[in-house]
């Protein structure tokens, strides 16, 4: 498809289990950029990709949250031990930034996670 | 932490009146995007404005940038009752920092 793909798009967990969210980016972005949402508030910054590298995790709330993207395309966002206060929806975007240049980030639909 | 803040945080409007939304910031800059956000379509770019612009037009919509006074507009022209969102400033630095929102309804 020509846009940022997450699945799934919902995903009711326990508290205390564990989940994997997945993003698919636009073909080409460089860039990968993980969010949080909380209901009523703007997207709160987790952490970044660039290709397959790292470049910044700082907003990730815990050890309990880890992203990866192996292969600098797909990527997906893990949290162990599901508390209640990680319900929340976590999008995805994608982006073209490369060599110090920004551009507008593309969005997908987002993972709704309600743990109980 | 969400350093850019959009004001008002609610604005009610009628259909075909204009829109404005105001959003500041506290730190340095390497552009402002706005982004729409509705139930339909999720998270939606709007209109990027480097930090060495100061006005940019895209449709209906109109972007200031005041990078002396941290400061952001956004103006929608003869809103229509799609518009109704809410509308976020994100400043992008290393990473993009959301501000908190405007929540506008265009009644028709």
């Known amino acids: 498809g020509a846009g940022v793909s997450q699945s799934p798009r919902y995903k009711v967990a326990k508290r205390g289990q564990d989940v994997a969210l997945r993003c698919d980016p636009i073909?080409?972005?460089?860039?990968l950029f993980w969010y949080q949402q909380a209901l009523g508030q703007g997207p709160e910054f987790l952490t970044y990709?660039?290709?397959?590298?790292?470049?910044?995790k700082s907003g990730l709330p815990s050890d309990r949250f880890f992203a990866e993207r192996p292969e600098g395309s797909v990527s997906t966002l893990k949290i162990q031990r599901t508390q209640q206060e990680d319900s929340a929806v976590y999008l995805c975007?994608?982006?073209?930034?490369?060599?110090?240049?920004?551009?507008?980030?593309?969005f997908g639909p987002g993972t709704r996670l309600t743990v109980t | 932490s969400q350093q850019g803040e959009e004001d008002p945080q609610a604005l009610s409007i009628q259909e075909g009146e204009n829109a404005t939304m105001n959003c500041s910031y506290k730190?340095?800059?390497?552009?402002l995007q706005w982004y729409r956000q509705n139930s339909g379509r999720g998270l939606v770019h709007l209109i990027l404005?480097?930090?060495?612009?100061r006005e940019k037009h895209s449709g209906r919509l109109r972007v200031t940038l005041d990078t002396s006074k941290k400061s952001s507009s956004l103006l929608i022209t003869a809103s229509r009752a799609a518009d109704t969102a809410s509308y976020f400033c994100a400043i992008r630095g290393n990473k993009l920092i959301f501000g908190t929102g405007t929540l506008l309804a265009v009644q028709p």
């Open positions: 730190t340095s800059i390497n552009n």
């Open positions: 404005i480097r930090s060495n612009e």
């Open positions: 990709f660039q290709n397959e590298a790292q470049l910044d």
């Open positions: 073909s080409g972005h460089v860039s």
């Open positions: 975007a994608s982006s073209l930034d490369s060599g110090g240049q920004t551009y507008e980030q593309y």
